[in-house]
């Protein structure tokens, strides 16, 4: 079983709908959880941090779900411009900082 | 943001060869990670490399086909010896800004390796 675990997509969605991703994790020791966002042929960065009350910023709405072990990320009015990879990122500390990436999830925003 | 820059940026190579490939970061950081990103698949960390020390290398990955340099806090070399098709992926180098102890991390563009 993969640690991080995301449905690979795509998702294909109109302008202006909201779609939502999940992600599950393994390890329960599992301290930190963060959405990456990662464009084609482009290295990865940080879409935002997940809390354990969940957060908001702007469109986005993340959320983590500690008893079942899956964190979720919640895109509204979708632009052209989220057409990308969303990398769930999952960080337990193990001594040094383990910082492991789900496979990705592919979104597509169409006119 | 940290400012990282990775050369090559991308390359093509013989197999049997080896390639270094440099990063450099725009302000002193404790901790340089690479990565490697093969096609179609997401992250795998290969090593954690820290200034003064040997780099700690994950499961699946030895520092015999993968030599790291850290001589100083700003600066980090990964080397890809002995190449083979299956090392064709993009390497990134990627740090976490030591004051932010947030866990987020910087990327560097990336260098895209091809092996013939």
């Known amino acids: 079983r993969k640690e991080v675990e995301q449905d690979p997509g795509p998702f294909n969605v109109p302008e202006g709908a909201t779609v939502a991703f999940n992600c599950t994790y393994s390890n329960s020791a599992s301290q930190s959880f963060f959405w990456y966002r990662q464009d084609c042929r482009k290295e990865p960065k940080l879409l935002m941090s997940?809390?354990?009350s969940g957060n908001e910023d702007g469109r986005f709405t993340a959320q983590l779900n500690r008893a079942s072990q899956y964190i979720s990320l919640l895109i509204r009015d979708s632009k052209l411009s989220d057409s990308a990879t969303y990398l769930c990122v999952v960080n337990y500390y193990t001594g040094r900082r383990a910082l492991t990436f789900g496979s990705g999830t592919r979104l597509q925003v169409q006119p | 943001s940290a400012v990282i820059s990775q050369k090559p940026s991308r390359d093509i190579c013989q197999r049997g060869t080896s390639l270094t490939i440099q990063c450099q970061v725009d302000s002193q950081v404790t901790m340089m990670f690479w990565y490697r990103q093969q096609p179609g698949q997401s992250l795998t960390l290969i090593a954690t490399a820290n200034q003064g020390s040997e780099a700690t290398y994950e499961s699946g990955f030895v520092i015999d086909k993968f030599p790291i340099s850290r001589p100083n806090l700003t600066f980090s070399t990964l080397t890809v010896s002995n190449m083979s098709p299956e090392d064709s992926s993009i390497y990134l180098c990627?740090?976490?800004?030591?004051?932010?102890?947030?866990?987020?991390?910087?990327f560097g563009e990336g260098s895209r390796l091809t092996v013939l």
């Open positions: 997940v809390y354990s």
């Open positions: 990627s740090v976490e800004r030591d004051r932010d102890n947030t866990g987020e991390l910087f």
